[in-house]
């Protein structure tokens, strides 16, 4: 897939362009690949009014928290860690389709105290345009903090921050496509710090064993993974399936199974009409 150079270049001039007009700003900061792109344009243009911030949470895997912190020193740009209690709010554990609301809100609670403690007006976070007709209620979340989407509000697709991302020379321009280890989970299955910790054990497991994009989702005492389909092969080798399941058999789950769809995100929203239609 191409993309147009020229129409890209013009989109990141704009969000360089816009992002100085803040002045000073606090950029919720993963450290996925959109984020991290929003962090290193925010301190091309504005260096220490910029301050990336990312949330101290179960739900964020702890190598990817390292990742972002490896990350902000590789660039050079001011990075804090927060913490956030998502899972101290009963309507976040009961995991219903409003979830992602719920983490967002706390998120962007945090970060308005942040910001007002140090004098900071604008707070910025790393949706993008391909983001906006997707499922996700974190974005009501920010439309009601005032949170700015400056890539979003550019026009840039993820196809082309990644590839912003490699002009740049940022090591995140390849990085897999990530999200909260909550979203492994159903709507209507309770999500708890156990239950994502033994998630992301299972996802580290997969990671040494040499894949790169791929989901566990959690189904009680089944784990289902899905495995991008370009890596599906490896995955099917008898060998390879007995590793598999030695791993997440370790970890409680009772049977183990390989979701022949491959990897999809949002797989988890199929369900979404019909807890609509309720």
Known sequence: MGINLAQAASKEQELLSHLADLKRVIVAYSG?????????????VLQSDALAVTA?????????????AAFAREVGFRHEVIVTREFDNPDYVKNGPDR????????????????RERGIEHIV????????????????????HQVKA??????????????????????????????????????????????VKTIEAGEEAMKSLGFRQFRV????????????REEMPRAMTMEMAAQITGIFKKLGFLYVALDLEGYRQGSLNAVLPVLNSR
Request: charged fraction near 25%; glycine fraction near 6%.
């Open 125 to 144: 976070y790393g949706v993008n345009a391909d983001d906006l007709g997707d499922y996700r209620p974190g974005q009501n979340a920010a439309r009601l």
């Open 56 to 68: 101290d949470s179960a739900s964020l895997p702890e190598s990817h928290k390292q990742d972002a």
């Open 217 to 228: 989702r959690f189904h009680g005492d089944i784990a289902r993974i899905e495995i991008a």
């Open 150 to 195: 400056p890539l979003a509000d550019a026009g840039l697709t993820k196809f082309e921050i990644r590839e912003l991302s490699r002009r740049a020379g940022l090591s995140t321009w390849d990085r897999p496509a990530a999200a909260c280890l909550s979203s492994r989970i159903p709507y209507g299955t309770p999500a708890t710090p156990r239950t």
């Open 100 to 115: 992602c609301f719920h983490c967002k809100d706390e998120l962007f609670q945090q970060l308005e105290a942040l910001a």
């Open 32 to 44: 996925g690949a959109d984020s991290a792109y929003l962090a290193w344009a925010a301190y091309k």
